[in-house]
Structure formats: C-alpha cells, structure tokens
Nanobody, 122 residues
Framework: HVQLVESGGSSVQAGGSLNLSCVVS????????LAWFRQAPGKEREGVAV???????YHADSVKGRFTVSKDKAANTLTLQMNSLKPEDTAMYYC?????????????????WGQGTQVTVS
C-alpha cells in the first residue's frame, strides 16, 4: 500500500520561509522519481521541483534560487525548503512519485500522490 503524506504547510508573510516534508511508504524510494507540484485555485497543477533516483534535482524557473528540493533516503522523506516566499507561491502543495523522471512537469503521468498541504503567503 503506497502512501505519500505531506506536512509543513502554513500561513506566512511574504519573504518568509517554510519547509515541506513528504514521507513515502510502500514504494521503492531509492528508485523513485519524486516531485513537488502545486495548484492554486482556478489554475492548472504545475511542477515545482523534482529529484531523480540518483539525487539529481531540478527546479521550475519560477522557484529557482528560492526553493530547494532534497531527499533523505534513510527517512524515506522528500523535502522542499522554501525561502523568500511570495504571494504568488500560495497554493496547495503535493508530492508525487513515479518510475523515471522524463517529462516530470507533466502531472498526469505521476502514479502516486499525497493529499496535499496548504501554503498561504500574504
């Protein structure tokens, strides 16, 4: 039974920081492509950052230099450190998993999702 459980979302002021976590169970963590997506009301779900099985990380241009994605194999946890937050970062944030990271920004091809954690920046 695969489970992805996010935590760490909150309401913060612009310029603040948050650290999101996603604990993965029931899935081969070390071989997974793990990603963070976000979805604001009325908008399409968009890819924020991804970590490949070998640890290589990519970030969307909109968050590059502010957000950092990483994974802890020992804890089966994916994290997203978010700094210099802006109001436009307000969204529900989801972690997702699949095999292989090709086309990682295409949310429709991810197999497993968490329930989401809300980030609000004012």
């Amino acid at each position: 039974h695969v489970q992805l459980v996010e935590s760490g979302g909150s309401s913060v002021q612009a310029g603040g920081s948050l650290n999101l976590s996603c604990v993965v169970s029931g899935y081969p963590f070390s071989r997974a492509c793990l990603a963070w997506f976000r979805q604001a009301p009325g908008k399409e779900r968009e890819g924020v950052a991804v970590v490949e099985a070998d640890g290589t990380a990519y970030h969307a241009d909109s968050v590059k230099g502010r957000f950092t994605v990483s994974k802890d194999k020992a804890a089966n946890t994916l994290t997203l450190q978010m700094n210099s937050l802006k109001p436009e970062d307000t969204a529900m944030y989801y972690c997702a998993a699949k095999r292989g990271c090709s086309s990682w920004k295409e949310y429709r091809i991810f197999d497993y999702w968490g329930q989401g954690t809300q980030v609000t920046v004012s």
